[in-house]
T-cell receptor, first 113, second 111 residues
C-alpha cells in the first residue's frame, strides 16, 4: 500500500500565484486532514473532511480551499499565495475521527517569495 | 482553550541514559492523548496512545490528570531514538474530533 501520497514535494511560488497541493490515500479512510507546520511550531489544522462531499474548517483556514469529491482525494488549493503561507504542509487520513491513528504523507515544502 | 505544550524544543541525552520528553495539556473534558514521532527522512507516525497503556520501542507515557501531563519516558535511550516527537490531544470541534499538536521536541541521543 502506498498509504498517503502528497505531491509535489517542493514548490516555490511567487506572491499572488495559485497552486493545488495534491493528496491521495488508498486505505479507504473516511477522514482526511491538511496541516501546516511552521518552523518551531506545532502542526496546525487547516481543513478536514469526514467523508466525500463534506469539508470543514480547522484552526487556520484563511487563504485556502479544499474539496473532497472522492474518498481517495483531498486537494488543498491556494488561490493568491502570500509569504505567510510559506510552510510545510502535511496531509493525513484516518479511518475514524478522534482516537483513530493518523497516517501522514511525506509533506510538501512550499516557499512563497 | 485546548492546548498542548512541549516546553523543550531540543533535548540531548547520552546512549543508555534515561530520557523524558515533557508534555502538558489544557483541556476541559476527558483528555485523549497521543505521541507521534518523525524519524529522519520518514513520515510522521503514531508512537503510542494513552488509552492503550502500551509500551512501544521501550517508551511509555502515563496520563497524570492532576498535573495535566503526559510525559514520554524511556529508561535507556538508544541512538535510533533520535527523532522529532510530538504530543497530541484529541479535541471535539464541529462535526469531528480532531488532534491538536504540541510544537515538538527534537531528541538527540549521543553515542
Amino acid at each position: 500500500n502506498a498509504g498517503v501520497t502528497q505531491t509535489p514535494k517542493f514548490r516555490i511560488l511567487k506572491i499572488g500565484q495559485s497552486m493545488t497541493l495534491q493528496c491521495t490515500q488508498d486505505m479507504n479512510h473516511n477522514y482526511m486532514y491538511w496541516y501546516r507546520q511552521d518552523p518551531g511550531m506545532g502542526l496546525k489544522l487547516i481543513y478536514y473532511s469526514v467523508g466525500a462531499g463534506i469539508t470543514d474548517k480547522g484552526e487556520v483556514p484563511n487563504g485556502y480551499n479544499v474539496s473532497r469529491s472522492t474518498t481517495e482525494d483531498f486537494p488543498l488549493r491556494l488561490e493568491l499565495a502570500a509569504p505567510s503561507q510559506t510552510s510545510v504542509y502535511f496531509c493525513a487520513s484516518s479511518y475514524g475521527g478522534g482516537n483513530s491513528p493518523l497516517h501522514f504523507g511525506n509533506g510538501t515544502r512550499l516557499t512563497v517569495t | 482553550a485546548q492546548r498542548v505544550t512541549q516546553p523543550e524544543k531540543l533535548l540531548s541525552v547520552f546512549k543508555g541514559a534515561p530520557v523524558e520528553l515533557k508534555c502538558n495539556y489544557s483541556y476541559s473534558g476527558s483528555p485523549e492523548l497521543f505521541w507521534y514521532v518523525q524519524y529522519s527522512r520518514q513520515r510522521l507516525q503514531l508512537l503510542l496512545r494513552h488509552i492503550s497503556r502500551e509500551s512501544i520501542k521501550g517508551f511509555t507515557a502515563d496520563l497524570n490528570k492532576g498535573e495535566t501531563s503526559f510525559h514520554l519516558k524511556k529508561p535507556f535511550a538508544q541512538e535510533e531514538d533520535s527523532a522529532m516527537y510530538y504530543c497530541a490531544l484529541v479535541i471535539s470541534s464541529g462535526s469531528a474530533r480532531q488532534l491538536t499538536f504540541g510544537s515538538g521536541t527534537q531528541l538527540t541521543v549521543l553515542p
